[in-house]
């Protein structure tokens, strides 16, 4: 069922909750949402089910849209989605919480530390998040054996680029370059546990605190490590599909996860079989979208919530140049965010890729920080559109951080809200 109050005194809490709330949260008011009405009459409590002012509350309907958008209002006989959409259609003096500008009067925000949150949307202050690639391996396609050979090193470059404005620095130890050899878990432990430890405590002591630190893998037990080290957030380049355990750990840590669309491993993923998306059913962006979305539920079932979960569309990973370009159009993007993920937040990773090398004629990896700065530019662009914001995986901060800061400019000033 859906709606229904009841304001409940201290000696319903045999009746209403399972476990005790945290110490300092009042227990005054009940919001029923979703769930069997069965025997709450029962309780002695004047209710009214389903809540009569549910249908044209906005912060009450999004977020049992990200819960369940496909469920049906008990009594108005249409799905949540669809009484949202009707809400953001009312005027001002219609819709409760709706604001007069067809803004929502709530913000989505997502869980960047422990103790902050970020706005995922450009209304309530977002914009486009700047994630810092730091790989300490020696044959990663573009900085490869260049900050794997001293940890002092690889800590300073990292300090820099949270300087410089990176939201987050994502730490690998394993190359996913086409056609890469996989690497013990021992081996990729030793290479990324005492850099995230050496992280941690360079960025408190630069005045750096709010900058997150993930860690780039497909193992579990180096995720396990890395959070353990200091990482607070996982990124699996499988989608948590490679180790079985990866979704189990992650639950049990609690912390954010970015899971990325993949085709078969590093070896095998630019194979003809793995870049073959059926044009009768829809072609790259849709295969892409479906399958992410698939992974996705995946990692859902396997208890990690929604809200800690970013979609990464796997840029340079199981397509060919076309392929990539096909996904990174406007309507692509906004595609896969709204149409498979249900608007939740994409991070895209096309930095100094192989398909940019091409295109620019630039053979060696570094020189393509200009053409990745057009993709941050774009991709901004593409999902600040729908008033989202972006997250982009980047190897050169201070060129993208411009770019991406134009593009959030731009985009407060069309929407008529000037930029900060």
């Given at each position: 069922g859906v709606g229904g109050r009841a304001h409940l005194g201290a000696q319903a809490s045999g009746v209403w909750r399972r476990a005790p709330l945290e110490p300092g949260v009042p227990f005054e008011e009940l919001e029923w949402l979703c769930g069997d009405w069965d025997g709450v009459g029962g309780a002695g409590l004047a209710l009214t089910l389903p809540h009569p002012r549910i249908l044209e509350r906005e912060f009450v309907l999004r977020p049992l849209c990200d819960l369940a958008a496909d469920l049906n209002h008990p009594t108005a006989g249409r799905d949540?989605?669809?009484?949202?959409?009707?809400?953001?259609?009312?005027?001002?003096?219609?819709a409760d919480g709706a604001a007069a500008t067809g803004h929502p009067a709530t913000t989505r925000v997502f869980p960047l530390l422990p103790d902050l949150v970020v706005p995922l949307e450009r209304h309530g202050g977002g914009r486009t998040y700047l994630m810092g690639i730091l790989n300490v391996t020696p044959d990663s396609f573009s900085d490869g054996g260049e900050w794997n050979q001293s940890i002092r090193a690889a800590v300073q470059h990292g300090v820099a680029m949270a300087a410089e404005g990176a939201d987050?620095?994502?730490?690998?130890?394993?190359?996913?370059?086409p056609g890469a050899e996989p690497v013990p878990v021992a081996e990729e432990c030793r290479r990324v546990v005492p850099v995230i430890e050496g992280l941690r405590g360079a960025l408190v002591e630069q005045g750096l605190p709010h900058v997150a630190i993930s860690i780039d893998t497909r193992h579990a037990t180096v995720a396990e490590a890395a959070v353990h080290a200091g990482a607070h957030i996982v990124n699996d380049v499988s989608g948590g599909r490679h180790d079985p355990r990866m979704i189990d750990v992650v639950r049990d840590l609690r912390v954010p996860f970015v899971a990325m669309h993949m085709r078969g491993d590093p070896k095998t993923?630019?194979?003809?079989?793995?870049?073959a998306y059926s044009a009768a059913a829809g072609g790259v962006v849709a295969g892409v979208g479906r399958e992410l979305a698939a992974a996705v539920e995946h990692v859902e079932a396997g208890g990690v919530p929604r809200w800690m979960v970013i979609a990464d569309p796997g840029i340079g990973f199981s397509k060919t140049l076309a392929q990539n370009l096909e996904l990174l159009a406007p309507k692509a993007l906004q595609d896969i965010s709204q149409l498979w993920l249900r608007g939740l937040p994409l991070l895209v990773g096309a930095s100094r890729k192989g398909?940019?090398?091409?295109?620019?004629?630039l053979p060696r990896a570094a020189d393509r920080d200009v053409a990745t700065a057009a993709l941050t530019a774009s991709t901004s662009q593409s999902l600040g559109m729908l008033n989202q914001s972006a997250?982009?995986?980047?190897?050169?901060?201070?060129?993208?951080?411009?770019?991406?800061?134009?593009?959030?400019?731009?985009?407060?000033?069309?929407?008529?809200?000037?930029?900060?």
């Amino acid at each position: 069922g859906v709606g229904g109050r009841a304001h409940l005194g201290a000696q319903a809490s045999g009746v209403w909750r399972r476990a005790p709330l945290e110490p300092g949260v009042p227990f005054e008011e009940l919001e029923w949402l979703c769930g069997d009405w069965d025997g709450v009459g029962g309780a002695g409590l004047a209710l009214t089910l389903p809540h009569p002012r549910i249908l044209e509350r906005e912060f009450v309907l999004r977020p049992l849209c990200d819960l369940a958008a496909d469920l049906n209002h008990p009594t108005a006989g249409r799905d949540f989605s669809t009484l949202l959409g009707d809400v953001f259609g009312a005027s001002a003096a219609h819709a409760d919480g709706a604001a007069a500008t067809g803004h929502p009067a709530t913000t989505r925000v997502f869980p960047l530390l422990p103790d902050l949150v970020v706005p995922l949307e450009r209304h309530g202050g977002g914009r486009t998040y700047l994630m810092g690639i730091l790989n300490v391996t020696p044959d990663s396609f573009s900085d490869g054996g260049e900050w794997n050979q001293s940890i002092r090193a690889a800590v300073q470059h990292g300090v820099a680029m949270a300087a410089e404005g990176a939201d987050i620095l994502d730490i690998g130890g394993e190359s996913t370059r086409p056609g890469a050899e996989p690497v013990p878990v021992a081996e990729e432990c030793r290479r990324v546990v005492p850099v995230i430890e050496g992280l941690r405590g360079a960025l408190v002591e630069q005045g750096l605190p709010h900058v997150a630190i993930s860690i780039d893998t497909r193992h579990a037990t180096v995720a396990e490590a890395a959070v353990h080290a200091g990482a607070h957030i996982v990124n699996d380049v499988s989608g948590g599909r490679h180790d079985p355990r990866m979704i189990d750990v992650v639950r049990d840590l609690r912390v954010p996860f970015v899971a990325m669309h993949m085709r078969g491993d590093p070896k095998t993923m630019q194979s003809d079989e793995n870049t073959a998306y059926s044009a009768a059913a829809g072609g790259v962006v849709a295969g892409v979208g479906r399958e992410l979305a698939a992974a996705v539920e995946h990692v859902e079932a396997g208890g990690v919530p929604r809200w800690m979960v970013i979609a990464d569309p796997g840029i340079g990973f199981s397509k060919t140049l076309a392929q990539n370009l096909e996904l990174l159009a406007p309507k692509a993007l906004q595609d896969i965010s709204q149409l498979w993920l249900r608007g939740l937040p994409l991070l895209v990773g096309a930095s100094r890729k192989g398909f940019l090398g091409k295109i620019c004629d630039l053979p060696r990896a570094a020189d393509r920080d200009v053409a990745t700065a057009a993709l941050t530019a774009s991709t901004s662009q593409s999902l600040g559109m729908l008033n989202q914001s972006a997250f982009v995986r980047v190897h050169n901060i201070q060129a993208n951080r411009d770019a991406a800061r134009v593009m959030d400019a731009a985009l407060a000033c069309w929407s008529g809200t000037q930029p900060s």
